[in-house]
């Protein structure tokens, strides 16, 4: 139940923090990020720790309520954007910059989200199947390296994908947003790898299965 409750917000937070782009000059070069890349890759952590604690299919059901509720949120938005403000509201645009829904975002974000973390699931479940309990580390990495590459070009190009064609955003800059996104949320999993192998311990001990 905890680790659920902290999959489906991490989610919803993050999509709120993705409506704003970020770029740092590192060594004279551009990266792109959006807001949601603080928080999100937690989400294929925990996406992790479920498959491989849980097996695919409690993951998948997670996962599947999850794309639920990111849709109910984003219809909740919607409702509020659209109705009539107060006359002494002055915050009705701004509200629409950053909660305003865009359908083509929405699209982005569930599935790339979607499927992105069923296949990290799939493959973390299917290399374990495969080749048994031993190297978690290559479970966990494998796994993200598919998942989050999906749901990366999924979300980057269904989002953008309009604004490139008509030339409102460059076409190198969505793929530099692309791979340094990629990039750093595999480093997080990579990164967190320690804590990941503590709590999945801790987990598995509770779980009865240690």
């Known amino acids: 139940m905890y680790v659920a409750v902290f999959f489906v917000s991490f989610l919803l937070i993050s999509n709120i923090g993705a409506t704003k782009l970020i770029t740092l000059n590192i060594g004279g070069l551009d990266l792109y990020f959006d807001g949601g890349a603080m928080l999100f890759p937690l989400t294929y952590i925990i996406g992790d720790l479920l498959s491989e604690v849980y097996g695919f299919k409690v993951a998948s059901r997670t996962i599947i309520l999850a794309f639920g509720v990111q ?3 984003s219809c909740c938005f919607w409702l509020v954007q659209i109705a009539p403000p107060a006359p002494d509201y002055a915050n009705q645009e701004a509200f629409e910059a950053v909660l305003g829904v865009v359908p083509r975002f929405v699209a982005a974000s569930v599935f790339g989200f979607l499927f992105g973390q069923l296949s990290n699931s799939y493959v973390l479940v299917w290399i374990k199947r495969r080749f048994g309990e031993r190297a978690l580390w290559v479970r966990l990495i494998s796994s993200t390296i ?3 590459l999906l749901d990366t070009i999924i979300f980057c ?3 953008w994908g309009a604004d490139i064609a008509a030339g409102n ?3 190198w800059s969505i793929v530099n947003l692309s791979l340094v996104g990629w990039l750093y949320k595999v480093g997080i999993e990579v990164v967190f790898l320690p804590l990941t192998y503590a709590v ?3 987990v598995k001990r509770h779980e009865g299965l240690r």
């Open 169 to 171: 955003v460059e076409f």
């Open 71 to 73: 849709i109910l949120a």
């Open 146 to 148: 598919v998942g989050e």
């Open 157 to 159: 190009f269904v989002a």
């Open 200 to 202: 999945v311990g801790v």
